[in-house]
């Protein structure tokens, strides 16, 4: 592969236009190269792992030429969140779609008619509209990035018709290059995606596939609504995201965990549009954080913060698994991805597939082809091998640590069944005693001694086998035969009733001379992975373990607050105002100038000048709070002994903000002022406004008196009802900057209450 030609002058274009507009120092692995065959006007052709930063790849060329670039992408939401983003940046940029309001429309034509215009997104449908590709030509773009290119391909995991029209493309802009990304593509797709978008001699860029910062566990599938609600509870206050294979299990597993606690909500194609893009909108908002769905979710949901991806059942692909997990950890943090594993998911994939084949053209190639990616899946679940290497080597890529450290292997999180010999035995036993023409589901009720009707009329309660494993709950021995299977030992057959029959070595291991183990879960499982960070120059291969304090992590949270109550007030998904790398960095650096901030990872002049007074409020705040002071000891009690070490342990930071907020709370209700509450709390003002706004939207108070003068109310609730997006600072401007950003706030808090108790 030839190397793009890289000007003298580039790296200091490069770097100055990454610092201003992104507050970047220096770019990740392969975006350099990327950017460069851009600039150079060269075709490329850019694999790139989720969260690797693809969209800076198209996004910087841009604003280093300062000319248009046109960004083609089938993700309307993602669209959005990009636009809107941007724009947080000062960035002039608009998105075309069927969505479109009036006010899009006009500002889009603003930025054409003054040659404002950097980046165009436009979904793949609406570019062949009457005149649209005209208007592009006249807009003279430096280039067209083409995001997800693996739809174009047939032989990708993720097809779509309508992408074959991009075909046309090269023939409207010869001269234009062209830049295509996707975040997986075998060989075959990379050839085709090339071939479809007559590609001409394209720089071909592939990522590193390992995602360091991801913990991969595949564990044996036992108790599936105790192991997902675990899961879940080792993330709190983080986004998770569950996959289900089928509708009905995303709203019976969300059901599941409501019931113990955890407020989930089941996502899937057939609820109504309008409670899908409430639901979608409710998680981007940082409403709602745990989505039970299937695998139709998270296309477009760029939320940065999500710390857990479960697959309740596996995936058809390692493609997939590579693509859905990658939805995790897209800040660079530490996330964790665990696939709760059943050999029977194979066979439920196999029957989709073949059903699907039968009804369609029924092309027996393209049937064999998913039937592989599937035997490539199961081998991945069912082997004890590191799962970084293994995602690695299977992209075709090296993996040379002996130990990745993030992966239920190299954890060592399973451990051998005492007695897991017998236990097998007992299990092929019962296969053979029921003559192999049964499936699991009825060797498994033999086995736990059911009378239930079946058994009892075949006469199968009188053979030995009956009841020998009555204490073994049913889902335990579900994934037991599932590991003979992968021994196989057993053999499931296909068709719409498989049956078990004993495989090759199971005579051997039925007579002792040959052991079985079968292997569960350890009970503890860590919380969060080690934070992996490049060393400078070294690349992805070396990296040290990075974690926060107790007292960083609690302002981090504080920061956290302060940044959903900005998103909040511009109507925009939080990571847009600073992601939680940004906001780690700000726990750990904590700058108490606006020059301090601005050296940050992630904060640019603009966001600096927009939001930084604010951020460096709250941190000056938890800098200045005073310590806080146990609580004496009763004089009654009988004190240690004097050598002894008293261990008290320290609160967890969400139980110590659970705390601030409950005291807050109290202080609210006997209506406390802000700056006594700010007083007695030791916290900053923007903190404690974050507080009332979330008890306010909580326990909906009558009055608000308290905190906003009643005059004040009025006139800032006529400003809020003439609003039309919401957004708080033109309703400061509206009032002549004469009433404060945290009156508005407070307000507006109040209002939603009023707008929410209308709509129930």
């Known amino acids: 592969m030839t190397e793009p030609e890289r000007p003298a002058d580039r790296d200091a274009a490069i770097a100055a236009v990454l610092q201003r507009w992104f507050g970047f120092d220096s770019l990740r692995p392969m975006q350099r190269e990327a950017i460069d065959a851009a600039l150079s006007g060269r075709d490329a052709l850019v694999v790139m792992p989720t969260g690797g930063g693809k969209s800076l790849c198209y996004q910087l060329p841009a604003l280093v030429l300062d000319r248009l670039v046109v960004v083609v992408s089938p993700l309307i939401a993602l669209m959005q969140d990009q636009v809107d983003g941007l724009r947080l940046l000062g960035v002039p940029a608009a998105a075309v779609h069927g969505n479109m309001t009036a006010k899009d429309r006009a500002a889009l034509k603003a930025m054409s008619d003054d040659g404002s215009l950097r980046l165009l997104f436009v979904a ?38 309508e992408y074959r029209r991009l075909a046309e493309l090269r023939q409207h802009f010869p001269g234009v290059p062209f830049q295509a990304f ?29 995602r360091p910062e991801l913990t991969y566990r595949v564990l044996p599938r036992q ?38 606690g955890i407020e989930a909500r089941a996502y899937h194609a057939g609820l109504a549009a309008g409670e899908r893009t409430r639901l979608s909108s409710d998680f981007r908002a940082e409403r709602l954080h745990v989505i039970v ?17 479960v697959h309740a059942g596996m995936p058809k692909s390692l493609e997939a698994y590579q693509q859905e997990t990658g939805r995790a950890g897209r800040d660079g943090l530490p996330a964790e991805c665990l696939l709760l594993y059943s050999a029977a998911d194979g066979a439920k994939w196999r029957s989709l597939m073949e059903r699907s084949a039968a009804e369609g053209d029924g092309d027996p190639d393209a049937l064999q082809a998913q039937l592989q990616l599937l035997q490539q899946m199961q081998r991945f679940a069912g082997r004890a091998r590191c799962r970084h290497r293994s995602i690695s080597e299977y992209f075709g890529q090296r993996y040379d640590e002996p130990n990745c450290g993030a992966c239920d292997v190299c954890l060592d999180e399973l451990e051998e069944v005492d007695g897991g010999h017998v236990l097998a035995q007992k299990i092929l036993s019962a296969v053979v005693r029921t003559g192999q023409r049964f499936g699991g589901a009825y060797v498994i009720d033999v086995l736990r001694g059911s009378r239930n009707e079946k058994v009892l009329a075949r006469g199968h309660d009188k053979i030995p086998t009956f009841g020998l494993c009555k204490d073994v709950p049913a889902g335990k021995l579900g994934n037991f035969i599932d590991q003979l299977i992968d021994q196989e030992l057993l053999v499931r057959s296909d068709g719409e ?9 199971a005579m051997e291991v039925l007579r002792g001379t040959q052991q079985a183990v079968l292997r569960m879960p350890k009970q503890a499982l860590a919380s969060r992975g080690k934070r992996r960070r490049e060393t400078a120059g070294s690349g992805r291969a070396s990296r040290e373990a990075v974690e926060l304090s107790a007292t960083e ?107 601030a907020l409950a005291e807050a709370a109290a202080l609210f209700r006997a209506g406390t002022g802000i700056d006594l509450a700010c007083s007695q709390l030791g916290r900053a003002v923007g903190t404690v406004v974050e507080y009332l706004v979330e008890w306010i939207e909580a326990e909906r108070p009558a009055s608000i008196a308290p905190w906003v003068e009643p005059d004040q109310q009025a006139r800032i609730l006529a400003a809020l009802r003439q609003s039309e997006d919401g957004r708080l600072k033109p309703v400061f401007e509206a009032l002549g900057g004469q009433v404060s950003y945290e009156a508005i706030r407070i307000t507006a808090a109040f209002l939603r209450n009023e707008a929410s108790a209308m709509d129930g």
Request: net charge neutral; glycine share 6%.
């Open 223 to 260: 108790d599936l609504e105790g192991q997902v609600a675990a899961a879940i509870r080792r993330h709190p206050d983080a986004a998770s995201i569950v996959y289900c294979i089928a509708r009905k299990e995303t709203e019976s597993l969300a059901s599941a965990l409501q019931q113990r």
């Open 293 to 309: 769905a299937t695998v139709a979710f998270g296309m477009g949901i760029d939320r940065s913060d999500v710390r857990l991806v």
């Open 497 to 505: 009733y498989p049956t078990l029959q004993l495989g090759p070595q």
């Open 124 to 161: 793949p449908e609406r570019l062949f509209f009457d005149g649209f590709l005209r208007w592009v030509q006249q807009q003279n773009p430096a280039g067209i990035a083409i995001d997800e290119a693996h739809c174009i391909s047939q032989w990708g995991h993720d097809f779509r018709p």
């Open 553 to 659: 992590q609690e302002l981090f949270e504080t920061l956290r607050t302060l940044r959903r109550g900005i998103a909040r007030e511009l109507a925009l998904p939080p990571y847009l105002v600073f992601s939680d790398a940004t906001l780690e960095d700000m726990a750990r650096q904590r700058p108490l100038t606006m020059a301090a901030l601005g050296r940050v990872h992630g904060v640019g002049p603009k966001k600096l000048a927009t939001f930084g007074e604010r951020f460096l409020g709250a941190i000056r705040g938890e800098v200045a709070a005073p310590p806080v002071v146990p609580p004496v000891a009763s004089p009654a009690a009988s004190p240690p002994p004097a050598t002894a070490r008293v261990v008290v342990p320290e609160p967890s930071s969400g139980t110590r903000r659970q705390a």
């Open 182 to 210: 996707t975040a997986t593509a075998t060989p075959r797709v990379r050839e085709d995606i090339a071939l479809q978008l007559q590609l001409r001699e394209p720089v071909l860029l592939v990522g590193t596939f390992d």
